[in-house]
């Protein structure tokens, strides 16, 4: 009775609540690790339990409840000797290990990665995104990366998966061949191409990565602000228009170094003066011809002849009238401008009578 009583003092519950959200792998805690044949071990959705007996891993538990006995235990059977009827307690320790996902890890590249671009040349690239990472192989992930850890989280195997994510996403990104202006297009593409590339190497540690994304692909800030300007100057177009253009509107804004009134009018000015030169030029670029002036007005003459005044008459009336002896050199004749009436032959018709011969001699 005594024996039965303390057999079932020694029962042992053995389970595991997480609530930390990162830790992978939790040892269960014993004095002395003596885990009492018969106990209860639970092994919860979404967890895996692993016995390591003596320094060697013994066996793992997928999802259940398990009685802690010979017969559900062939593995760790052939390590421990049991005594007393399996009654004894024996010295194993437990880890627990998580195998969910853990999601929103983080990746990115240090340094720049050196490429060569089709269109720039070569070109330093940086690239970040996130990835999801669960346990696959229990038993390898103790064996290979936890070790006898009691306490085990994400953030401690996460700086070695960023390296290997960065050593293949350097080896893809050099040997795509995609230009740098259409990697946004193929970032789906090039990260299936990583996720498969690194696939083997993260299983030697017992883990997949369910997810992996990459979030951008860029150009060093020097190297963007010089692609910001060559796209700048694309949309402008005419370049001397638009500094003609951007110097008439500076005129135009308060505190400038013409401001004010002066500099309002100034400005405005020379915008008419600009809009006029950035009309649509000719078919061959050449800027259109200027209209020449119109013609003078011909001049209006009259002619004072017997106390009467005749016309108006135009230049060319009159040098038919001289041809025809009507006009004379002293006839007298006025136009607008003129102080009064004069001779012909003293004002600017003169010129009518050099083919006009003199009259005779003796007329």
Not at 209 to 222: A, C, D, T
Request: hydrophobic share 40%; with cysteine.
């Amino acid at each position: 009775m005594v024996f039965d009583f303390l057999k079932g003092e020694f029962i042992d519950v053995i389970s595991w609540l997480d609530d930390t959200r990162d830790t992978m792998v939790w040892r269960f805690e014993r004095r002395g690790q003596a885990i009492k044949y018969g106990a209860k071990l639970t092994v919860r959705e979404g967890q895996a339990a692993v016995f390591v007996h003596e320094g060697q891993l013994a066996d793992v538990f997928a999802p259940g409840l398990y009685m802690l006995e010979t017969n559900n235990m062939p593995v760790l059977t052939t390590l421990q000797h049991w005594d007393h009827g399996f009654n004894s307690p024996f010295k194993s320790e437990i880890y627990f290990v998580n195998t969910t996902r853990f999601n929103d890890l983080k990746w990115g590249t240090k340094n720049p990665i050196m490429c060569r671009d089709p269109e720039f040349g070569p070109v330093r690239l940086r690239a970040f995104g996130t990835y999801s990472m669960r346990v696959s192989d229990p038993g390898v992930f103790l064996r290979e990366i936890v070790g006898t850890d009691g306490e085990f989280t994400a953030d401690e195997v996460s700086f070695q998966i960023r390296n290997v994510i960065v050593q293949e996403m350097s080896r893809v990104l050099a040997s795509s061949g995609i230009p740098v202006l259409d990697m946004a297009a193929n970032t789906a593409d090039l990260a299936k191409l990583i996720s498969t590339a690194i696939a083997p190497k993260i299983a030697e540690y017992g883990l997949v990565l369910p997810e992996f994304y990459i979030e951008n692909v860029s150009l060093p800030e020097e190297v963007e602000k010089v692609l910001d300007k060559r796209t700048s100057m694309g949309i402008v177009g005419d370049l001397n228009k638009y500094m003609q253009f951007n110097a008439a509107e500076g005129m135009t804004v308060p505190g400038s170094a013409v401001g004010g009134a002066v500099g309002a009018g100034l400005g405005a000015g020379i915008g008419m003066g600009m809009a006029q030169q950035m009309q649509p030029s000719g078919p061959w670029g050449a800027s259109p011809a200027t209209p020449p002036p119109p013609p003078p007005a011909s001049r209006q003459w009259h002619l004072a002849e017997g106390g009467a005044t005749k016309g108006p008459y135009a230049e060319s009336d009159l040098q038919a009238l001289a041809q025809s002896g009507a006009l004379t050199r002293g006839s007298l004749v006025w136009t607008a401008g003129m102080e009064g009436w004069k001779p012909a032959a003293e004002t600017e018709l003169a010129r009518l009578f050099a083919q006009v011969p003199p009259p005779p001699p003796g007329a």
